[in-house]
């Protein structure tokens, strides 16, 4: 690998790492969120896509125009459905039903799932070492969440609905992840995304206009309001600019290893709010997480090579 693809390779870990911690602290905000009642999971959903939909059309005003092929349409209203809507979607709604610990245990699938459908979609190769590392990355975070004492104060109990949404939730995102990465190659990530989150929010606007309409807005907690903010400048404006971009130079493998580091920080969160202790446990389960990644990151078809689904591996 050359000194240019190095550097790129570098952008899209630096993206990948950054939009999965955001994630990270994505799931606590939201379990207060839905915790406070005064917001359906639908609500927010469009609050999501409108906010961050007029941020990223405000800063294509800024960017030389590009314009996107007719043809090219619906496809990106099936990234939305498959990379926005569906996940979103699920997540806001389970993490009603779950526990944030429960609910990062289950997510721990999603790069297992992508794998095979990179494979599947964009014939990317199993290879030994990407297996071990997703492997070896999946045992350090099972081993992680099962060796925390992770306190839930809402005393919620995870229920089987909020296990199935969870798993259709990394469902549809190893989907998006594993199809769409050729045709988000061809065009600049804030183009891509503005279309994304305008499809979005159309498509979620027949559902939730009546729940928008009945919200008490001024019985809204500041502290929720705050929570809403985070979640549509960072949870979703940044962290869906940052995820295509890393899209562009990573494998989708490798791409949704950098998944793993939310229960690492939820763990971390739980230590520094004294629900949780350190531990040699949790020093050498996070070893293992990222372990795992530079495992997959060795692996000759994780390197990003050409976009191209049938190119062969360099």
Same mark, same amino acid.
């Given at each position: 690998?050359?000194?240019?693809?190095?550097?790129?390779?570098?952008?899209?870990?630096?993206?990948?790492?950054?939009?999965?911690?955001?994630?990270?602290?994505?799931?606590?905000?939201?379990?207060?969120?839905?915790?406070?009642?005064?917001?359906?999971?639908?609500?927010?959903?469009?609050?999501?896509?409108?906010?961050?939909?007029?941020?990223?059309?405000?800063?294509?005003?800024?960017?030389?125009?590009?314009?996107?092929?007719?043809?090219?349409?619906?496809?990106?209203?099936?990234?939305?459905?498959?990379?926005?809507?569906?996940?979103?979607?699920? @997540?806001?709604?389970?993490?009603?039903?779950?526990?944030?610990?429960?609910?990062?245990?289950?997510?721990?699938?999603?790069?297992?799932?992508?794998?095979?459908?990179?494979?599947?979609?964009?014939?990317?190769?199993?290879?030994?070492?990407?297996?071990?590392?997703?492997?070896?990355?999946?045992?350090?975070?099972?081993?992680?969440?099962?060796?925390?004492?992770?306190?839930?104060?809402?005393?919620?109990?995870?229920?089987?609905?909020?296990?199935?949404?969870?798993?259709?939730?990394? #469902?549809? @995102?190893?989907?998006?992840?594993?199809?769409?990465?050729? #045709?988000?190659?061809?065009?600049?990530?804030?183009?891509?995304?503005?279309?994304?989150?305008?499809?979005?929010?159309?498509?979620?606007?027949?559902?939730?206009?009546?729940?928008?309409?009945?919200?008490?807005?001024?019985?809204?907690?500041?502290?929720? #309001?705050?929570?809403?903010?985070?979640?549509?400048?960072?949870?979703?404006?940044?962290?869906?600019?940052?995820?295509?971009?890393?899209?562009?130079?990573?494998?989708?493998?490798?791409?949704?290893?950098?998944?793993?580091?939310?229960?690492?920080?939820?763990?971390?969160?739980?230590?520094?709010?004294?629900?949780?202790?350190?531990?040699?446990?949790?020093?050498?389960?996070? #070893?293992?997480? @990222?372990?795992?990644?530079?495992?997959?990151?060795?692996?000759?078809?994780?390197?990003?090579?050409?976009?191209?689904?049938?190119?062969?591996?360099?």
């Amino acid at each position: 690998m050359n000194r240019k693809q190095t550097g790129h390779t570098g952008i899209g870990h630096l993206a990948g790492f950054a939009a999965y911690a955001i994630f990270g602290f994505n799931i606590i905000f939201c379990k207060d969120i839905a915790n406070g009642g005064v917001l359906p999971p639908i609500a927010l959903f469009t609050f999501r896509a409108l906010g961050a939909g007029l941020l990223f059309w405000l800063l294509s005003l800024f960017l030389p125009k590009e314009k996107v092929a007719a043809k090219d349409f619906p496809a990106i209203l099936g990234a939305s459905l498959l990379g926005l809507f569906v996940p979103q979607m699920t @997540f806001l709604t389970a993490i009603g039903r779950t526990s944030p610990m429960d609910l990062s245990v289950i997510n721990t699938i999603t790069p297992i799932m992508t794998m095979f459908f990179a494979a599947i979609f964009l014939h990317e190769p199993i290879t030994f070492k990407k297996a071990g590392g997703v492997i070896v990355s999946f045992t350090g975070v099972i081993f992680l969440i099962f060796q925390s004492i992770h306190i839930n104060n809402t005393g919620a109990q995870t229920s089987p609905s909020g296990v199935l949404l969870v798993i259709l939730n990394s #469902l549809s @995102f190893a989907l998006y992840l594993g199809i769409f990465r050729p #045709l988000i190659s061809r065009y600049r990530v804030v183009t891509f995304m503005k279309w994304m989150f305008l499809f979005s929010f159309l498509i979620s606007l027949p559902f939730s206009a009546h729940s928008i309409a009945s919200i008490e807005y001024r019985d809204i907690p500041t502290q929720i #309001l705050w929570e809403v903010g985070y979640l549509i400048l960072f949870a979703t404006f940044f962290a869906y600019f940052l995820i295509p971009l890393s899209q562009k130079h990573l494998r989708p493998t490798l791409i949704s290893m950098y998944g793993y580091l939310q229960p690492i920080i939820a763990t971390s969160i739980s230590i520094a709010t004294g629900m949780d202790k350190l531990s040699w446990q949790k020093i050498c389960a996070a #070893l293992m997480v @990222f372990a795992g990644v530079a495992i997959v990151n060795q692996s000759r078809a994780a390197q990003p090579a050409d976009i191209s689904p049938t190119v062969e591996e360099s």
